[in-house]
């Protein structure tokens, strides 16, 4: 193995303790071997102003990671998973998923204790229409607008009085060591999760076996078998930040059970499915359950979604 191994990492505090902890875990398991983080800024980063389903595009997080990696001027990417797009650029590959963190959204609120104490008009801060869609359903009396920015911004804007209640992913609270301002975590019964959302993917290039053999001793197989369900769904879909579907997939001995969902930006119509299969089948139960909600009328939800973009371009 090299003596020295370069992480091409989104520059967020998010994203470089995601990509320390990696680094931390090669350099124990390798002492001789010289872990370097480079920062590198995403159009995702650059653009703030803007809600991500208007920004259009998939990769909006990882697309100069990946360019930097196929040029050599970085080893190997560290990706929250959720930003990862189902189809990779040739010659690069996901090839190790650390254990997952926990997969839940989180509640945070200065006055209230979940989304049921919030009272009539209160305004909640999220930046994903998923997100947006369910509690929308959930409490349609609710003011939801849409909160960009890192967390420690948006934590600031919480205290500040500009929300009642704002959303974030529990995963990136607890890798921040913010699990104290979690009010509650949210059953995916609630809220279903994002596709791989708290999942960590390590990208490499396809040609670098040794790296790979390496890097084995991070990879968690129950977390991969999950996420693959998952991303199967995501595929069949062709989803991205600009369509309101989430997925999270469980894994109990060898069955597989993955529970899907599309909805309608406003709420008013979700459909919402689940399938189990054996943990062989994971790609085959992702589409298959796809395919089940596509043809309940997730299709025509998601063609007049796709339609309006295309007509605000």
């Known amino acids: 193995m090299k003596t020295s191994l370069r992480i091409g990492t989104r520059a967020s505090l998010l994203a470089v303790t995601q990509s320390t902890w990696v680094k931390d875990q090669i350099e124990r398991a390798h002492p001789s071997i010289r872990v370097e983080l480079v920062k590198i800024t995403t159009k995702g980063d650059r653009i703030l102003d803007v809600p991500l389903a208007k920004v259009g595009g998939k990769g909006l997080f990882v697309k100069e990671i990946e360019d930097a990696l196929l040029a050599g001027e970085v080893d190997l990417a560290v990706h929250s998973m959720k930003d990862v797009p189902t189809e990779l650029p040739a010659g690069l590959h996901i090839g190790i998923i650390p254990q997952r963190e926990t997969a839940r959204d989180a509640f945070l609120s200065v006055k209230y204790d979940s989304i049921a104490a919030l009272p009539e008009g209160a305004k909640v801060g999220t930046s994903s229409l998923r997100r947006r869609s369910q509690l929308a359903a959930l409490r349609p009396d609710l003011s939801i607008v849409d909160l960009r920015g890192n967390i420690d911004t948006r934590l600031r804007k919480l205290d500040d009085g500009l929300f009642d ?83 999270h997939a469980t894994l109990a001995g060898d069955t597989l059970t993955l529970t899907g969902l599309i909805a309608r930006v406003d709420g008013r119509e979700l459909i919402k499915d689940q399938a189990a299969a ?11 359950l796809a395919e089940t909600l596509l043809a309940r009328g997730g299709k025509a939800i998601l063609d007049a979604i796709y339609c309006a973009a295309s007509s605000e371009r």
């Open 165 to 247: 209640a704002i959303i974030l992913a529990g995963a990136g609270l607890h890798r921040l060591g913010l699990a104290a301002r979690i009010t509650a975590l949210l059953d995916p019964d609630l809220m279903l999760p994002a596709i791989s959302q708290g999942a960590l993917g390590l990208e490499l290039r396809s040609n670098d076996a040794e790296l790979l053999a390496n890097l084995q001793f991070l990879h968690h197989p129950a977390t991969a078998v999950a996420v693959a369900a998952e991303r199967a769904f995501l595929l069949r879909l062709e989803g991205g930040c600009q369509v309101p579907i989430g997925a």
């Open 278 to 288: 054996s943990a062989e089948e994971a790609a085959k139960l992702g589409s298959t």
